[in-house]
């Protein structure tokens, strides 16, 4: 009976509305200690990515890319190509999403870029993130979870379940017997949504339009296409400028590196290969691997 308490040591007691201050100060106490580490942890991400300046691309107005710095180099440097004897398409150099995926300190550098760049409050952020099939995939759903965003799949050839949309066929850097056309899933994205298309690599603009057309034929805005590599010895920047009498003439196109930032030094073929072509059995993969 009476009014409740607890015994502290020594033989006092607490009472009830006690305890509760107590609580509700340490309550108050660790939420300003867990606010300012995530703050601390906020200031030093975003002063490392904002080391990454960036400049005009060399593919005319509306083309941003980051400016050569050490860190871009550095970043340049982990980013590997094959030639044709060791890649699935038969191009002069395949560049390899895989480095950086595998490589998670770099990988989240490179994410990090884009989630800055698309919270930094210079216009309103974006709503979707869509992902080119298929290493799109890889890039931008963890862009679109950094954002607490919806990450919807471009996908190929037919795959999405449900009631879709389906492309223009589009033509690529490399030659295949069927031309790919690109699909959404109808109500993955809405009239008026913002959307950030990504993928690894722009080569000729095929894939990118494809996207880009299925977007903004649904009434939604194509807020920018990004892709981490760009080839401009191909023009695919320029594709998409004269899409449609020029619809994306003024849509930003953002790039992280090129052909030429990445450079001869980041060719991954195994030099002196014995073991035939490139897909071998496990058993030699693991002797391989153990010399």
Request: hydrophobic share 40%.
């Amino acid at each position: 009976g009476g009014e409740g308490g607890v015994r502290r040591e020594g033989g006092g007691m607490i009472s009830v509305p006690q305890l509760l201050g107590l609580s509700v100060g340490g309550a108050i106490i660790l939420g300003v200690a867990s606010s300012y580490a995530t703050s601390a942890l906020y200031r030093a991400i975003r002063k490392r990515v904002n080391r990454h300046k960036t400049i005009a691309g060399g593919s005319g107005a509306g083309h941003e890319t980051l400016a050569p710095s050490p860190a871009v180099r550095k970043l340049a440097a982990q980013y590997k190509w094959y030639g044709p004897k060791f890649s699935p398409k038969d191009v002069p150099r395949f560049y390899d999403m895989a480095s950086l995926t595998e490589n998670p300190p770099v990988f989240k550098q490179v994410v990090d870029i884009y989630v800055q760049r698309y919270s930094s409050g210079r216009r309103p952020p974006p709503t979707h993130i869509a992902g080119y099939d298929a290493r799109g995939f890889a890039l931008g759903a963890p862009i679109a979870v950094a954002l607490g965003i919806p990450f919807v799949l471009l996908r190929k050839d037919l795959k999405s379940p449900g009631v879709l949309v389906e492309s223009s066929a589009y033509d690529k850097e490399y030659h295949e017997d069927k031309l790919d056309k690109m699909c959404l899933r109808v109500g993955s994205i809405q009239r008026g949504d913002r959307v950030v298309l990504v993928d690894d690599l722009i080569a000729t603009g095929g894939t990118a339009v494809a996207g880009m057309q299925l977007v903004e034929e649904l009434g939604a805005e194509v807020y920018e296409f990004t892709a981490v590599v760009s080839l401009p010895s191909l023009k695919g920047i320029e594709k998409i400028r004269r899409y449609k009498g020029g619809v994306f003439r003024n849509t930003p196109i953002f790039t992280l590196l090129d052909e030429e930032t990445i450079g001869d030094a980041s060719g991954a073929d195994p030099s002196g290969w014995q073991e035939g072509g490139r897909v071998i059995k496990t058993a030699d993969a693991v002797r391989c691997m153990s010399k």
